[in-house]
């Protein structure tokens, strides 16, 4: 009985490292050998990617290594949720936000920028009534440390709620997160868009990020009932395991605790395009002096089903989160922000170097800096509208700021970011 145990464990611990092989060449890593991983970690592993790596009908090899499943819609991991289990796809949203009327188009305003997209695009498409899945590996759990906080925001809310700015309720000081932000006031909000050129930051540490996002926001700020829906594009080579920029999306309905997740890493967000992938790198990028490549980010509230829908680019539908995973999302919104966020972990000491945006300040403007322009909100009409009254927050202006403006062909729009540690970031 020994011996067949033996032999049990032998052959499990092959057939896991094949599967370990396998998942580390689809992502384009290396596999460090130096690292011991018992066998019994990585069954619990195989076993999490079993969940969220659902069977696929194509799959696509990106030239940037990422492995694009194109998996049958019915098979998605959103509809492993349990409050899904008899979930109903909404193919389309019953209405769209009507536009502003005063808004200009941006290819008039005299700026050269061209739309960025995505790369995978150019090696594979997934056919219809499939939804393109970038596939995770053993490598990008055991980066996680744990297939708990595999795809989660790793938030530390400090015990002295004082150290919270009261200004941007969800800006917490003192956890290692800093940001350059417009926010909102205090309202009912049923939606919100901006355009944001994408940039390749620098990251400093491995476990650190530069993002560049809009959270549409409702709950209570200091306690755990917080319901927050996002979007943008993230530099995260814990996550990704490269320093791509990316397209993403993140909720929460309980403040970062236990529910929602990164992209597709959890049950929840129902995807219905099979030309987007979340997920997945975005190119090509901006470049100092040079062009500028953005993408326009469009969230909102069907007003008659209540599911919370995701548009990228001109009016591309991505899917949308379902009303019944919220609490206070359920209603409208009481706050928007946009902007960066980076992670500072102080290695050595001193400020990180990760830059936020282009890694260029806010004064250096187009071409140099980061912006987020046509920056509007959807009112309870389901009408787009300009920002009412549009506040900043930087914690630390000699690390990373920022300066909104507005002009006809932008509306409402700012430029932010920074390089981070300098002579006057320590």
Same mark, same amino acid.
């Given at each position: 009985?020994?011996?067949?145990?033996?032999?049990?464990?032998?052959?499990?611990?092959?057939?896991?490292?094949?599967?370990?092989?396998?998942?580390?060449?689809?992502?384009?890593?290396?596999?460090?050998?130096?690292k011991h991983v018992n066998t019994f970690r990585l069954a619990r592993i195989q076993r999490h990617l079993?969940?969220?790596?659902?069977?696929?009908?194509?799959?696509?090899?990106?030239?940037?290594?990422?492995?694009?499943?194109?998996?049958?819609?019915?098979?998605?991991?959103?509809?492993?949720?349990?409050?899904?289990?008899?979930?109903?796809?909404?193919?389309?949203?019953?209405?769209?936000?009507?536009?502003?009327?005063?808004?200009?188009?941006?290819?008039?305003?005299?700026?050269?920028?061209?739309?960025?997209?995505?790369?995978?695009?150019?090696?594979?498409?997934? $056919?219809?009534?499939?939804?393109?899945?970038?596939?995770?590996?053993?490598?990008?759990?055991?980066?996680?440390?744990?297939?708990?906080?595999?795809?989660?925001?790793?938030?530390?809310?400090?015990?002295?709620?004082?150290?919270?700015?009261?200004?941007?309720?969800?800006?917490?000081?003192?956890?290692g997160h800093e940001h350059a932000i417009a926010y909102t006031g205090s309202g009912e909000f049923y939606?919100?868009?901006?355009?944001?050129?994408?940039?390749?930051?620098?990251?400093?540490?491995?476990?650190?990020?530069?993002?560049?996002?809009?959270?549409?926001?409702?709950?209570?700020?200091?306690?755990?009932?917080?319901?927050?829906?996002?979007?943008?594009?993230?530099?995260?080579?814990?996550?990704?395991?490269?320093?791509?920029?990316?397209?993403?999306?993140?909720?929460?309905?309980?403040?970062?605790?236990?529910?929602?997740?990164?992209?597709?890493?959890?049950?929840?967000?129902?995807?219905?395009?099979?030309?987007?992938?979340?997920?997945?790198?975005?190119?090509?990028?901006?470049? #100092?002096?040079? #062009?500028?490549?953005?993408?326009?980010?469009?969230?909102?509230? #069907? $007003?008659?089903?209540?599911?919370?829908?995701?548009?990228?680019?001109?009016?591309?539908?991505?899917?949308?989160?379902?009303?019944?995973?919220?609490?206070?999302?359920?209603?409208?919104?009481?706050?928007?922000?946009?902007?960066?966020?980076?992670?500072?972990?102080?290695?050595?000491?001193?400020?990180?170097?990760?830059?936020?945006?282009?890694?260029?300040?806010?004064?250096?403007?187009?071409?140099?800096?980061?912006?987020?322009?046509?920056?509007?909100?959807?009112?309870?009409?389901?009408?787009?509208?300009?920002?009412?009254?549009?506040?900043?927050?930087?914690?630390? $202006?000699?690390?990373?700021?920022?300066?909104?403006?507005?002009?006809?062909?932008?509306?409402?729009?700012?430029?932010?970011?920074?390089?981070?540690?300098?002579?006057?970031?320590?």
């Amino acid at each position: 009985m020994e011996k067949k145990r033996r032999e049990y464990g032998r052959l499990e611990f092959f057939i896991l490292l094949f599967f370990l092989l396998e998942s580390s060449m689809a992502s384009g890593l290396e596999f460090n050998f130096t690292k011991h991983v018992n066998t019994f970690r990585l069954a619990r592993i195989q076993r999490h990617l079993n969940k969220i790596n659902k069977p696929a009908v194509r799959t696509i090899q990106s030239v940037d290594g990422d492995t694009i499943d194109c998996v049958q819609r019915h098979n998605q991991p959103a509809l492993d949720h349990p409050l899904l289990k008899n979930h109903k796809i909404q193919n389309v949203p019953t209405v769209m936000p009507k536009p502003n009327l005063q808004s200009r188009n941006y290819s008039s305003s005299g700026f050269l920028a061209r739309r960025a997209w995505q790369t995978w695009h150019g090696t594979g498409h997934c $056919p219809r009534g499939t939804v393109p899945i970038r596939r995770s590996s053993v490598n990008d759990v055991l980066r996680a440390k744990s297939t708990f906080y595999y795809g989660k925001k790793k938030v530390v809310r400090p015990l002295n709620q004082q150290s919270r700015s009261t200004e941007a309720p969800d800006v917490v000081s003192g956890n290692g997160h800093e940001h350059a932000i417009a926010y909102t006031g205090s309202g009912e909000f049923y939606g919100a868009k901006a355009t944001i050129n994408v940039w390749d930051p620098s990251i400093d540490g491995s476990n650190e990020f530069s993002l560049s996002q809009m959270w549409v926001l409702s709950g209570s700020f200091d306690g755990s009932d917080l319901n927050s829906i996002e979007a943008g594009w993230q530099v995260s080579p814990e996550l990704y395991g490269d320093s791509r920029p990316r397209l993403f999306t993140y909720w929460t309905s309980d403040a970062y605790q236990a529910t929602g997740c990164y992209n597709l890493l959890c049950s929840g967000f129902v995807q219905t395009n099979s030309r987007i992938a979340i997920g997945a790198s975005i190119s090509p990028v901006s470049s #100092d002096s040079g #062009d500028q490549y953005d993408i326009t980010i469009l969230i909102w509230k #069907d $007003p008659k089903l209540g599911n919370w829908w995701l548009s990228f680019g001109e009016n591309n539908l991505v899917g949308y989160w379902p009303a019944e995973l919220f609490t206070h999302l359920a209603d409208h919104a009481e706050m928007v922000e946009w902007g960066g966020e980076i992670v500072n972990t102080r290695r050595n000491g001193q400020h990180t170097s990760t830059q936020m945006g282009s890694g260029r300040f806010a004064a250096d403007g187009f071409r140099h800096s980061g912006y987020f322009r046509n920056i509007e909100v959807v009112d309870g009409d389901n009408s787009l509208s300009p920002v009412g009254t549009l506040s900043t927050l930087a914690e630390d $202006p000699h690390c990373y700021d920022i300066a909104s403006a507005s002009s006809e062909a932008w509306g409402n729009y700012f430029y932010f970011g920074g390089p981070g540690t300098n002579p006057l970031c320590p």
